[in-house]
């Protein structure tokens, strides 16, 4: 077995988790690097790199779970718990919309006494208010509001796209392992988290995936997390993006334990990686917001071809340590910056028509 074999085979059939262990642990950076790059190259021939604006409303940070790796919730009863109201969020979507933005992502805490109502009206007064792109609520959200509701996947996810769900984030992923999801969190496991998915995609709503790494799991675990992920897609092909990126451990429990962060080179190791082992997806996304833009340039050439948002408001992993911010201009520069023409898209990874004038 030797490397370049391995990559030579991996473009022309899906290798065992094994080979993929042996390629990202044994394989020269530089080599990693170019097949992704390869890949990439051949999947969006024409070189664009797509950026979107949106934010981050967190409707709730009271959540019924516990995290080690979140410093964004209050448990139920705190006097730092917030729930925002309508016409809160409204005026996000608007200063949104006026920035140019396509759309919201809109996640929170697993809030243990909101009724499903709350986020059915929600989705149809943003809907009949604006044109306006929902992508909202993670599968641990979903899988917390069948528990709730005593519902299953399928209705909960089927009155939600009734009400105006376009499509669903990825998030809450982690490591999809349950030996390293016990140790880290109590929300929904790894075949809970597959299965809001696989129902999700044949509803026809689009998802990302994701996957956070750096809770102290080891190559075989991500390995498998890949795979997992591969497997529902070869079933599915509901997954329109993949998106990795690194544990921020700032003000979190594990961060006592874990206070390093993955250094660039291991970002972007799995950034290729990612794009060898997940051939079934179309779009590779370059996590800025925890690696900063240099970096984030870097990546387009391992594999990325999506920017990812401006990100007007983010509540989640900033608290955690992710620190940097960027301008629509900025990234624009950047991608041209590396050779690349940015376009706009949505959140279901559809470009948006308009020509871009930053
Ligand atoms: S990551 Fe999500 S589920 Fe976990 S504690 Fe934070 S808000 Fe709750």
Redesign the pocket.
């Known amino acids: 077995m030797s490397v370049a074999e391995l990559l030579k085979r991996s473009v022309l059939e899906h290798l065992s988790q094994e080979e993929y262990l042996y390629l990202v642990e044994r394989a020269p950076l530089g080599a990693l690097k170019e097949a992704a790059d390869r890949i990439r190259r051949e999947m969006h021939s024409d070189e664009t790199v797509s950026y979107i604006i949106d934010r981050n409303i967190n409707y709730s940070?009271i959540?019924s779970?516990?995290?080690t790796?979140?410093a964004?919730?209050r448990k139920p009863g705190s006097t730092e718990g917030y729930v925002l109201t309508y016409e809160d969020i409204f005026e996000k979507v608007e200063e949104t919309l006026s920035m140019g933005g396509s759309g919201i992502l809109m996640q929170?805490?697993?809030h243990p006494d909101l009724p499903l109502e709350w986020y059915e009206q929600l989705l149809r007064e943003l809907k009949s208010r604006y044109r306006i792109h929902l992508h909202c609520f993670s599968p641990?959200e979903i899988f917390a509001f069948t528990q709730t509701f005593r519902m299953t996947t399928w209705e909960v996810l089927s009155r939600l796209k009734a009400a105006g769900l376009d499509s669903i984030p990825g998030g809450?992923a982690e490591i999809l392992v349950d030996e390293v999801r016990k140790k880290n969190?109590n929300?929904c496991n790894t075949n809970e988290w597959l299965r809001v998915m696989e129902v999700a995609h044949n509803l026809d709503l689009p998802t990302t995936a994701t996957m956070m790494f750096g809770l102290g799991e080891s190559s075989a675990q991500r390995i498998e997390h890949l795979e997992r992920i591969y497997q529902l897609q070869v079933r599915t092909n509901g997954f329109v993006a993949f998106i990795p990126w690194t544990l921020q451990p700032d003000n979190t429990k594990i961060g006592r334990k874990i206070p390093d962060r993955q250094s660039s080179e291991e970002y972007l190791r799995w950034l290729a990686m990612a794009r060898i082992y997940l051939i079934n997806i179309p779009n590779l996304q370059v996590s800025w917001l925890t690696q900063g833009i240099q970096v984030g340039r870097q990546g387009l050439h391992y594999g990325a071809n999506d920017m990812g948002s401006i990100m007007i408001e983010e509540n989640?992993i900033t608290p955690a340590g992710a620190h940097y911010r960027a301008t629509e201009k900025n990234l624009v520069d950047a991608i041209e910056a590396e050779g690349f023409k940015p376009v706009k898209r949505k959140a279901n990874y559809i470009q948006l028509e308009e020509s871009i004038e930053v």
């Open positions: 940070n959540c779970a516990v995290c790796f979140c964004f919730y929170g805490g697993l641990p809450g969190t929300k989640v």
